[in-house]
């Protein structure tokens, strides 16, 4: 059983676009997060939810919309998509303070 | 500002010498300290983490870090690298306080068989 599962894994599709992201974690984690991993690999948090509540909101453009129907679910939303989206997302889940964060393999985003 | 740098983008290492991967942290309080590994075309895996007590913590794969508090640094470490440890390396600090984790910039470990 896949811990933090994110779908699709690759999604390509062109600008203007609106797509979604699915995360769903088994563990029983209280935190949800969305982070996005450029081209240099480097990692930037965007959201995080607690017990579905929006605890953390990073500037990122209002395009971006995450959504959590309940503790076990976050999914993003993205409308009008541009090259500039292009990444991979990662969706992870942690219990709390103190607790590691498990993470999903990822969702590669081409913006063509 | 909270911030965690790792001063390094790139470690090469040859095949059985100890590998060290550098972090150091600006966080308030006394931080959780966390490190993982990407493998390629893969998510984050937590390897260990330091809460409290011995400043060596010991984690999976055989990797182990150092906690300075002095130096407010966090070195990833392990006496003798395998062509298997061959990945990216993110260092990540979490307040004790609230859910947020700041991440390094990741060093892309390289080990030479």
Known sequence: DTAVSQTPKYLVTQMGNDKSIKCEQNLGHDTMYWYKQDSKKFLKIMFSYNNKELIINETVPNRFSPKSPDKAHLNLHINSLELGDSAVYFCASSQGPGREEAFGSGTRLTVV | ?113
């Open chain 2, 1 to 113: 500002a909270q911030s965690v740098a790792q001063p390094e983008d790139q470690v090469n290492v040859a095949e059985g010498n100890p590998l060290t991967v550098k972090c150091t942290y600006s966080v308030s309080g006394n931080p959780y300290l966390f490190w993982y590994v990407q493998y390629p075309n893969r998510g984050l895996q937590f390897l260990l983490k330091y809460i409290t007590g011995d400043n060596l913590v010991k984690g999976s794969y055989g990797f182990e870090a150092e906690f300075n508090k002095s130096q407010t640094s966090f070195h990833l470490k392990k006496p003798s690298a395998l062509v298997s440890d061959s990945a990216l390396y993110f260092c990540a600090v979490s307040p004790s306080t609230g859910n947020q984790f700041y991440f390094g910039t990741g060093t892309s470990l390289t080990v030479i068989p």
